[in-house]
């Protein structure tokens, strides 16, 4: 439902009048009291316009008790001014007139702002009631918004350091496989070392068939056999040790049967096979290459 709108009171009119035969009256007394051309009615200018504006401010229903009080102060200097500047002139009449007509008008329009005044409208006190609404409300939304600000800058420093971990994470990943790609290579080579190193060690083990010599005839001629080789007969590594020891130098069984074979010709080829293989399975735990 739409509040009606109100009409100016006819009071207002006469407000008008007198407000503006105060200003002439006014600024024609104080200008010729201070005899300075422009600048005395610069003056009288400043007093009248400062209670026509605090006259717009009570309207208004700005500065409460301290406008009003404001408007009196301003009215009652220039009626003192207008009074001075009758006393200084020898005239009785304008020394009581020049006030008289200011503090008419102020009184005029100080009715004029009470018959204007709307009589729905919110008192002084239920508009600040209202106003700390607003601004609860406002500092409530424009704090809502600091936070999801907040929010959005803590989102991007999570984003920033994860993608700085998964970084790292992959740098890691990338040395590691490096790493292991070394080791394996090495590895290799070491296989690879290891075949080559089985030569030597076969043609040193291998019988040496030196020059015959012819056999005594006596036998008190005859040598008898080296304790040095007897014991050395006694002491050879059995078939299971040359097959445990060549099963963790060879990586697969072909190589490890040859150097075995190589190293005890009179073994039979199967039966170093069969060690190989029983080697193989305890050092692999059950894993048959």
Not at 130 to 144: C, F, G, L, P, T
Not at 170 to 191: N, Q, S, T, Y
Not at 193 to 220: C, D, L
Not at 257 to 274: K, M, T
């Amino acid at each position: 439902m739409r509040r009606p709108t109100l009409s100016a009171p006819p009071i207002l009119y006469g407000a008008y009048a007198l407000a503006g035969l105060s200003l002439v009256w006014s600024g024609y007394a104080i200008t010729d009291l201070i005899n300075s051309g422009w600048f005395g009615l610069s003056v009288a200018l400043a007093g009248d316009i400062g209670w026509i504006t605090v006259m717009w401010a009570e309207r208004k229903r700005l500065g409460g008790r301290y406008a009003t009080v404001a408007g009196w102060v301003i009215a009652l200097m220039v009626g003192a001014l207008l009074v001075l500047h009758g006393i200084l002139a020898h005239d009785l009449g304008q020394a009581i007139a020049g006030p008289f007509v200011v503090l008419v008008g102020k009184t005029v329009a100080q009715f004029a702002l009470l018959a204007m005044q709307d009589p729905a409208a919110l008192t002084a006190e239920q508009e600040a009631e209202i106003n700390d609404v607003i601004r609860d409300s406002e500092y409530k939304a424009r704090m809502h918004a600091a936070q999801l600000d907040q929010f959005d800058r803590e989102a991007e420093a999570t984003i920033a350091r994860i993608k700085a971990e998964a970084r790292v994470t992959l740098v890691r990943d990338d040395e590691d496989f490096r790493i292991g790609m070394e080791r394996l290579e090495k590895r290799a080579a070491i296989e690879r070392n290891s075949r080559i190193a089985i030569a030597p060690i076969t043609a040193e083990q291998t019988p040496i068939t030196h020059a015959s010599t012819p056999e005594p005839s006596h036998p008190s001629q005859r040598r008898e056999p080296a304790v040095t080789s007897v014991i050395a007969d006694r002491e050879q590594a059995s078939i299971a040790d040359l097959a445990r020891d060549h099963v963790a130098i060879h990586p697969t069984n072909p190589p490890a049967i040859n150097a075995i074979c190589s190293l005890r010709p009179d073994a039979e080829r199967d039966s170093v096979a069969a060690a190989v293989r029983r080697a193989r399975q305890k050092l692999d735990g059950g894993l048959y290459r």
